[in-house]
């Protein structure tokens, strides 16, 4: 038997680059096309990272909505926006994952605090708090807002480079600088 009869009433799936184009201009149908065609992949680049069933889930939620509000900003590669979607999928779900951590230190920091405990070990974090406040205080006041935005905050670089209005690569090496500065200037203060 032969397949489906390519002629009148047949319209062949459009490319990546035509519906992105169309969901430029505010087609969510178009947007919707993309979703469906690269969703199963956006998922499972999420779960590589983050492992889990669930956050996996919501990462790839959060990578298609910040597909749609960057919808501008979205590069196709090889005739597909799945490469830019891979990466953005990546860093949202490191992002979650250190968020994730940080949640998980605060969670200890409130554990009852046992009477016993060798108070030293309280007297160290609080130095090492002030030594952090110290260093990220002395930063410019553009490394201190990346410090706020991606290493305190979770935002990815591309998103604080959308909120700073720098290039992705702009940020990704001034954050780097930075972590290498207070990890320096950490190890100073311990040597003290």
């Known amino acids: 038997m032969a397949g489906p009869a390519h002629g009148a009433g047949y319209d062949p799936p ?9 969901a430029q201009a505010g087609d969510t149908f178009a947007f919707g096309t993309l979703f469906d065609r690269h969703v199963s992949a956006v998922y499972w680049q999420a779960h590589r990272v983050v492992g889990d069933a669930s956050e996996a889930e ?6 298609f909505v910040t ?11 090889d005739r597909s926006i799945l490469p830019w979607l891979m990466v953005t999928a990546r860093y949202t779900a490191l992002n979650a994952g250190r968020k994730r951590a940080r949640l ?3 969670d200890l920091e409130h554990e009852p605090v046992d009477p016993g ?3 030293s070990g309280h007297v160290e974090e ?5 030594a952090i406040d110290a260093a990220v205080a002395r930063l410019s006041p553009v490394d201190r807002r990346l410090f706020e935005l991606c290493v305190d905050g979770d935002l990815t670089y591309e998103q604080a480079a959308a909120e700073l209005g720098v290039t992705h690569g702009a940020v990704r090496n001034r954050v780097s600088r930075l972590r290498a500065r207070l990890r320096g200037d950490l190890r100073e203060e311990r040597a003290r």
């Open 126 to 130: 609080a130095a090492v708090a002030a």
């Open 14 to 22: 459009l490319s990546d680059t035509a519906l992105l184009a169309r």
């Open 117 to 119: 405990a060798d108070p």
């Open 58 to 63: 919501d990462v790839c939620q959060d990578t």
């Open 67 to 77: 597909a749609w509000r960057r919808i501008g900003d979205i590069t196709i590669v």
């Open 104 to 106: 998980h230190a605060v």
